[in-house]
């Protein structure tokens, strides 16, 4: 098997440690020992893997020989010392290799979701009615990190991957200890996924969402001429676990009055950011939405595909293409942002003003390190903190240092998140929770309720009775009474 040289390295324990984790997984060969070598493995999981490898060679249709790596997992990086893992090799790589025509053939779930990373996870689902949709980014790189976390056990928290593999104790007192991820593909039950969910109870959500990425991987496999699952999906009708619902929002409406004259009166101090802030208070969409908004309308496909939607001055209205249902959606500006948008134009094109950074910038939110980039989820990140603080939404706690030397730790109460719900539910008790379903573009108003919606218990309350009489209501003659 051919190896690139420049991957080929001395092992050592400072050397192995010091490789560096990039957006791609690395392998590295071991100049001295052969049949060994280890996987960086990408971020964000941070893990470094031993693996044997050696490789197979076949003569194709056309008379060529192909040569094609295996590997073989033996242990994480510091679980066995390094000298152990090289004498393992040593003596084992002749039987691995010998075994390999008969083990290569076994397909587990392992096999089945690094197919699915490696050929589907960046393209398209398929519909109930037969139609391809393509991915989100956002939705791509959620499925990977709970299929690499809960289902490879690619992770450095050391609770998930006790939860993964320790022996797990049945009803009947018996204890499972198969691991999912090397289950045979042709001995998968609803059993072993129903276990295997079960042991991610202590982490509801998790559990639910690693649940959801398994079920997809099954119906791509499903939807293929020859899926190597031979079977219904293994993961439907299994119960979820209940999830906590996270309807934090800003609850003190005098606290939301303070927010938004600041963001208006002191526009100037940090333009993009209090705009920013403001605008997911006005019209609630979601975060991701508004990190690649365009001041207009892209002139070509190309810019187009780059942003998530712009806004159109004209009609005081901004367009997103594509919302988390998948469908454009034209949504109005208030006045009030629409004077604050405006003012952060004029603050851009002045040279004197903390927007001037972003002066010939395509993007309403650009990077203030590159603004040819939009933000992303990390952006304003200390922005956020620092501003949550002033505003009383955010506590800190001194932990050393004195002056200016002072390290605080800080506890977020609400992120850029809550401001979604924030808005949801002012609009919701301001014009009822239905028009709040209809404006936020809900499949049903329990979906509203449910995640967004928080009633005004006072509000609620029936201080008197809802069925006081009053002076035009008609007094009825006791019963025997009459007169004949």
């Not at 924030?422 to 301001?430: L, M, N």
Request: glycine share 4%; net charge positive.
């Amino acid at each position: 098997m051919k190896k690139n040289k420049d991957k080929s390295i001395k092992f050592t324990k400072a050397k192995l440690h010091s490789l560096k984790h990039t957006e791609k997984l690395q392998k590295y060969f071991d100049l001295q020992c052969q049949g060994l070598c280890i996987f960086v493995h990408p971020e964000p999981s941070l893990v470094k893997s031993y693996y044997a490898n050696w490789g197979v060679s076949k003569i194709d249709a056309d008379g060529k020989k192909r040569t094609s790596g295996r590997y073989k997992y033996i242990c994480r990086l510091d679980e066995k010392p390094l000298d152990v893992v090289k004498r393992l090799v040593t003596m084992k790589l002749q039987e691995w290799k010998k075994t390999n025509s008969t083990s290569s053939k076994i397909k587990t779930i392992q096999t089945l979701v690094e197919n699915y990373k490696a050929s589907a996870a960046d393209g398209y689902r398929i519909k109930s009615k037969g139609a391809k949709l393509k991915y989100k980014g956002v939705t791509t790189k959620h499925y990977i990190q709970c299929l690499d976390a809960y289902v490879l056990a690619i992770t450095e928290k050391q609770q998930i991957l006790d939860r993964l593999n320790n022996p797990y104790k049945l009803a009947d007192n018996n204890y499972y200890t198969k691991k999912l991820q090397e289950l045979p593909l042709k001995d998968v039950t609803r059993s072993d996924i129903e276990i295997w969910h079960r042991r991610l109870e202590d982490t509801p959500t998790a559990a639910n969402r690693a649940l959801a990425a398994l079920s997809v991987v099954f119906e791509w496999d499903a939807a293929k001429l020859n899926p190597m699952f031979k079977g219904v999906n293994p993961c439907l009708r299994i119960s979820k676990f209940k999830e906590t619902k996270d309807k934090k929002y800003i609850d003190n409406f005098e606290k939301v009055i303070e927010i938004t004259k600041y963001t208006e009166e002191q526009q100037w101090r940090d333009p993009h950011f209090l705009t920013f802030y403001r605008l997911l208070m006005e019209e609630g969409e979601r975060i991701s939405d508004h990190h690649g908004l365009q001041w207009k309308k892209p002139i070509n496909k190309t810019d187009e595909k780059e942003c998530t939607g712009w806004i159109d001055f004209r009609r005081k209205t901004i367009w997103l293409k594509d919302t988390k249902n998948r469908e454009p959606a034209e949504v109005e500006i208030t006045d009030e942002m629409f004077v604050m948008l405006q003012k952060l134009q004029n603050l851009i094109s002045d040279e004197n003003t903390n927007a001037s950074f972003a002066v010939g910038s395509k993007w309403v939110f650009p990077r203030p390190t590159d603004p040819t980039k939009h933000i992303n989820n990390s952006s304003y990140r200390v922005k956020l903190r620092n501003f949550h603080y002033k505003m009383g939404l955010t506590t800190r706690e001194h932990i050393r240092g004195t002056g200016q030397r002072k390290v605080y730790k800080y506890t977020n109460h609400l992120t850029l998140k809550h401001l979604r719900k924030t808005f949801v539910t002012y609009y919701g008790r301001d014009k009822g929770l239905e028009a709040a379903s209809i404006r936020m573009r809900h499949s049903s108003m329990e979906i509203t309720k449910n995640h967004y919606y928080t009633e005004d218990k006072e509000e609620l309350k029936t201080k008197t009775s809802i069925y006081k009489t009053n002076q035009n209501v008609v007094s009825f003659k006791k019963a025997g009474n009459d007169e004949e």
